[in-house]
């Protein structure tokens, strides 16, 4: 007897719930910001990636604000049709200009850039190589296009160059985050760059969390590593992260990106964003653009992060980005542990299979430009006594 859809995803429910899996909402009620109100408490809050404190901004919110005014709200189409508004055009520019290519081209979310660019650049006949680690719409985007889909071990340059190697695909695309999303380590870019000479392989970059971050100005992990176009051809970028506004990119060269006009379905088929999101993040690009202390003191607070946790034997995975997770293990535990924090005003959460591997449950600390040194230092502090009472229990 088949039962019925109730009943079916009534079990599915169960099981995630017995797995310690079950996923919940918070209810925010007030901006992005370190101090932040989620379901009636006030609390500190090291979990957003708001990396430069931007997405409540004044100048970001004024911005929004006036492009409102001036072109309302909706876009009213997609950008092939009559949504491309003057100031959709404008922000192309300017993130064309920050990364130093010829063009960039705005997406709706990074997951529909990731599987607009990658669908649009490979197909049957083709392989795409993956990192084990990369973001589920990296993962995705792969698995879609129909190509041959390789995964290789986390960082290890050695097994995709076997995997290379072995390959007789038409096209070869290698893709990886620039930094890991829920690890906060970098990729070996320099190595995945050299590789892509050596086989005629095609190298595409997810900056994510690179972008406004990392590098001199901020233009991420190309940057940080004095990678250029012809290097990493492919560079996705997202805006509603350390831009604290929403959407994404991707920048190259001028005949990659009327290609992916061309064929990026995710492109093509939806509507635009709204102009005063554009206009916003015009604004935050000024803001990235021209006040580097924001990226100095995250640094800083990183280093500070750091220091602390290891004088108090926390286990830290190897990271220079403002994600800097706290690896538990144990789901059950992991949750223990963020209810331990919210009790002592800390919002942390816990980042559970299937989202990271079996047995690495975590705390991802996220750190921000808007964070004070006092607060990073009360965290510790709290980390600290969150961990003895659990271990205690
Ligand atoms: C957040 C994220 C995305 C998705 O971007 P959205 O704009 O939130 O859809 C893609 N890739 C990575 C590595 C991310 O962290």
Known sequence: MSLSLEQTLRQRLAERQSLNRYRERPIVQSPQSPDIRVNGQRLTAFCSNDYLGLANHPKVIEAFQQAANRYGVGSGASHLVCGHS???????????????????????????????????????????????????????????????????????????????????ARHKLIVVDGVFSMDGDLAPLPELAQLTQEFDAWLMVDDAHGLGCLGATGAGCLEHFCLNEEQVPILMGTLGKAFGSFGAFVAGSETLIESLIQFARPYIYTTALPPAVAAATRAALRLVREEGERREHLQNLVQRFRAGAQSLGLELWPSVSAIQP????????????TEALRRRGFWISAIR???????????????????????????LEALVESWREVEGA
Do not use: W
């Not at 300017?94 to 850039?113: C, K, N, Q, V």
């Not at 049957?124 to 296009?145: C, I, M, P, Q």
């Not at 989202?355 to 009360?378: F, K």
């Open 86 to 168: 003057d100031e959709h055009h404008k922000l192309e520019k300017e993130l064309a200009d920050f990364t130093g290519r010829e063009r960039a081209l705005l997406f709706s979310t990074g997951y529909m850039a990731n599987l607009g660019a990658v669908n649009a650049l490979i197909g049957r006949g083709d392989a795409v190589f993956e990192d084990r680690l990369n973001h589920a719409s990296l993962l995705d985007a792969g698995l879609l296009s129909g190509a041959r889909f390789q995964r290789f071990r986390h960082n290890d340059v050695a097994h995709l160059r076997e995997q290379l190697q072995a390959s007789d």
């Open 326 to 337: 706290i690896i538990v293990g144990d789901d059950a535990r992991a949750l223990r542990l």
């Open 353 to 379: 299979p299937p989202t990271v591997p079996e047995g690495t449950a975590r705390l991802r600390v996220t750190l921000s430009a808007a964070h004070t040194e006092a607060q990073v230092d009360g965290l």
